[in-house]
C-alpha cells in the first residue's frame, strides 16, 4: 500500500480539520479530470492525521512515480479546500 501513498504536508500551526479530507479527494480528483490526466489517475482514500500530514491513497494500479507527474495539479487542487496545504512529497516508507 505504501507505493500507492501521496503525501501532503501542511502548516503544522493551522488547525487540523479532518471534516474536509473528502472535500479534498474529490477536488483532486476533479482537477485530474479537467486537466485530462488519464482516467485512471484518481484518489481512492485520504487519510488526515494529528500533526497535519495528509495521505491520499491511488487507485490501485497507480504508482506514486505515476501520481508526482501531476503533483502540481494535485497541490493547486488541494490547496483550493485547504490553504494550509505547502508541499508535496513522496512516501520514504
Same mark, same amino acid.
Given at each position: 500500500m505504501t507505493?500507492? /501513498?501521496l503525501i501532503l504536508r501542511t502548516d503544522e500551526s493551522a488547525p487540523v480539520n479532518k471534516k474536509m479530507v473528502q472535500d479534498i !479527494?474529490? #477536488? *483532486? =480528483?476533479? #482537477?485530474?479530470f @479537467? /486537466? =485530462? !490526466?488519464? #482516467? @485512471? *489517475?484518481?484518489?481512492?482514500n485520504v487519510t488526515w492525521d494529528a500533526k497535519g500530514v495528509i495521505t491520499a491513497i491511488t487507485h490501485p494500479n497507480v504508482t506514486v512515480e505515476m501520481g508526482q507527474k501531476y503533483c502540481y &495539479?494535485? &497541490?493547486? !487542487? !488541494?490547496?483550493m479546500v485547504d490553504k494550509a496545504v505547502v508541499h508535496f512529497e513522496e512516501n520514504e516508507s
Amino acid at each position: 500500500m505504501t507505493e500507492r /501513498q501521496l503525501i501532503l504536508r501542511t502548516d503544522e500551526s493551522a488547525p487540523v480539520n479532518k471534516k474536509m479530507v473528502q472535500d479534498i !479527494a474529490s #477536488a *483532486i =480528483n476533479r #482537477a485530474l479530470f @479537467h /486537466q =485530462n !490526466a488519464p #482516467a @485512471h *489517475i484518481k484518489i481512492m482514500n485520504v487519510t488526515w492525521d494529528a500533526k497535519g500530514v495528509i495521505t491520499a491513497i491511488t487507485h490501485p494500479n497507480v504508482t506514486v512515480e505515476m501520481g508526482q507527474k501531476y503533483c502540481y &495539479i494535485i &497541490i493547486t !487542487a !488541494a490547496r483550493m479546500v485547504d490553504k494550509a496545504v505547502v508541499h508535496f512529497e513522496e512516501n520514504e516508507s
